[in-house]
C-alpha cells in the first residue's frame, strides 16, 4: 500500500508540476496577445474560435474561410463565446495531462518499473514540443489522448469501447486511418485467451537486455508470411466488430453533419485533405512542386500520386511490426508526416506521444546514439528554419535552398527511424495463450 502511495504520489506531482506549467503559459500567452506585436496564439486557435462564435451564433463552422476539421471542434469550443477566449487552451492543455496519465497507465499495465515510467511520463509532458502546443491552441493533444485510450481499451479487452473512439477520432482527426489495419490484426485469434481476455506480454529487466538481433528474428520474417498470417487470423468475432462498429461511428457522424452543413462539410472536413495542395513552403518534400505549378492546377490522379510513397512505407511498417502495436504505430506515424504533402511542427505532436510507449524496450542510450538522433534530427530542422526565415522575413529567392532542406529533413527523419528500429526489442503486445498440457508448454518446461 505504501509502495502504491508513493507512485501516485509521485505521478501526481509530476502532473501538478505540469499543469502548473500549462496555466502560466496560458497566462502569459493572454498577455503577450495583448501587449506585444508577435502573438504567442496559434493562427489555427483563431480559426477555431471564429468557427464556434458561428455555430453560437446559429450559423455554420465552415461559414469561418480555412476552417477545415470536423464540427465537433467547434461545438467543443463554444466555451470560447461564452465563457472566455482561452477555453479552449485549457482543455487542449488538459488533453495534454491526459496524455501523461495514459502513458503511466499503458507502461504499468506491461509492468514496467515506476522510475522508467516517470521518465517516460516526463518525456511527454516536459517535451517543448508538446506543452507549447496544447497552450498555444491547437487541438492535436485531444486526438493524442484518445489515440491512448483506445490502446488501454485494446489492452484490457474492452474491444467494443475502443471501436466506438476509434471511429469517432477518424471522423474528428482523418489521419489515425493508418492504424486501422494493425488493430484489426492483433485482435487476430491470438487476441483473446481462454478467459476472453487479452494476455499481455509483460517488460522484464532480463527480457530487456536479450540481443536486439535475437528479438528482430522472433518476429514476422517476410512480407509474404507476415500477409498470409493476416489473412489465415483476421476473421475474427473481435476483429468483425471493431470494423463493424468503428465504421458505424465514423459514417454516423459524417451523416449527422452532412445532414446539418451539406457539401460545405463533406468538402472542408474530409475530401480537403485527400487533395489538398498547399503552396506555403512547410517541411514537406512536396512543397516546392506545388508551388511551381499551384496556378496551372492538379488533376485528381496527380493529387493522390503523393500518397503512394507514403501507402507502401506503411504497408512495409505493418508487415513487419504490426504485433509490438505501440512501436509500430510510432513507426507509422512518423513515416507518415515525413513522407506528407504538408508537414508543419504541429504534427510531431502525433509521434511524441508514442514515443514514450517504447522507451522501455529500445536500448538507445542518450550518450551517444541517442544524442547523435537528437542532434540529426533538431539540427535538420534549424536548417530548414534558416531558410524560411529567410524567405519569409527577409524575402530572398531561397526557394530552391528550402526545398533541398526538406529533404535532408526528410533523409534525417529516416536516419533517425532506422536507428530507433535498430536499438529496438521487439517484443508483441499480446502474448499468444498457450493452454496447460500443449506441447509447447511441455517444450518450454
Not at 245 to 258: E, K, N, R
Not at 274 to 298: A, E, K, M, V, W
Not at 393 to 403: A, E, H, P, S, T
Amino acid at each position: 500500500m505504501a509502495s502504491a502511495a508513493g507512485s501516485a504520489l509521485t505521478l501526481r506531482r509530476v502532473l501538478l508540476a505540469s499543469a502548473a506549467l500549462r496555466l502560466a503559459l496560458v497566462v502569459f500567452g493572454e498577455w503577450q496577445d495583448a501587449h506585444l506585436e508577435v502573438r504567442y496564439t496559434d493562427v489555427d486557435y483563431l480559426v477555431f474560435s471564429d468557427a464556434a462564435a458561428s455555430v453560437a451564433a446559429g450559423g455554420s463552422p465552415f461559414a469561418r474561410a480555412t476552417y477545415r476539421y470536423s464540427p465537433l471542434l467547434s461545438f467543443l469550443l463554444l466555451p470560447n463565446s461564452l465563457l472566455h477566449a482561452a477555453w479552449g487552451k485549457l482543455l487542449f492543455s488538459a488533453a495534454d495531462l491526459l496524455v501523461g496519465l495514459f502513458i503511466d497507465t499503458i507502461l504499468k499495465l506491461r509492468g514496467i518499473p515506476e522510475k522508467t515510467r516517470m521518465w517516460s511520463v516526463i518525456a511527454w509532458l516536459f517535451n517543448p514540443f508538446t506543452f507549447t502546443i496544447g497552450t498555444r491552441g491547437n487541438c492535436e493533444p485531444i486526438v493524442c489522448a484518445v489515440m491512448l485510450w483506445i490502446l488501454i481499451c485494446l489492452m484490457k479487452g474492452r474491444v467494443l469501447q475502443a471501436a466506438f473512439w476509434y471511429g469517432l477520432i477518424v471522423h474528428f482527426r482523418i489521419y489515425p486511418i493508418i492504424y486501422a489495419i494493425p488493430f484489426v490484426i492483433v485482435l487476430g485469434k491470438s487476441y483473446a485467451g481462454p478467459s476472453g481476455r487479452p494476455t499481455l506480454t509483460m517488460w522484464s529487466s532480463e527480457h530487456h537486455l536479450q540481443n536486439n538481433k535475437a528479438s528482430q528474428r522472433e518476429g514476422p520474417t517476410s512480407l509474404l508470411a507476415t500477409l498470409w498470417d493476416f489473412l489465415s487470423n483476421f476473421i475474427t468475432r473481435n476483429a468483425i466488430l471493431f470494423g463493424l462498429l468503428s465504421g458505424f461511428m465514423f459514417f454516423a457522424w459524417t451523416g449527422v453533419f452532412f445532414y446539418l452543413y451539406g457539401w460545405d462539410f463533406l468538402n472542408e472536413a474530409l475530401l480537403y485533405h485527400l487533395t489538398r495542395t498547399d503552396p506555403r513552403h512547410n517541411f514537406s518534400i512536396y512543397f516546392y512542386h506545388i508551388y511551381l505549378h499551384h496556378q496551372q492546377g492538379f488533376s485528381s490522379i496527380q493529387r493522390l500520386a503523393s500518397f503512394l510513397p507514403q501507402l507502401i512505407v506503411q504497408l512495409a511498417l505493418i508487415a513487419r511490426f504490426s504485433w509490438d502495436l505501440p512501436f509500430c504505430m510510432f513507426l507509422q506515424t512518423v513515416a507518415f508526416v515525413a513522407f506528407n504533402k504538408v508537414m508543419t511542427a504541429q504534427y510531431f505532436v502525433w509521434f511524441f506521444c508514442l514515443l514514450p510507449l517504447i522507451i522501455p524496450w529500445n536500448s538507445m542510450k542518450l550518450k551517444w546514439k541517442g544524442l547523435v538522433c537528437m542532434l540529426v534530427w533538431m539540427g535538420s530542422q534549424l536548417h530548414w528554419l534558416m531558410w524560411a526565415y529567410l524567405l519569409e522575413f527577409k524575402g530572398r529567392n531561397v526557394f530552391v535552398q528550402l526545398w533541398v532542406a526538406g529533404l535532408l529533413f526528410l533523409a534525417a527523419n529516416t536516419f533517425v527511424m532506422l536507428m530507433v528500429i535498430k536499438q529496438h526489442k521487439y517484443t508483441p503486445l499480446f502474448s499468444s495463450p498457450v493452454k496447460p498440457g500443449s506441447k509447447v508448454a511441455t517444450k518450454k518446461e
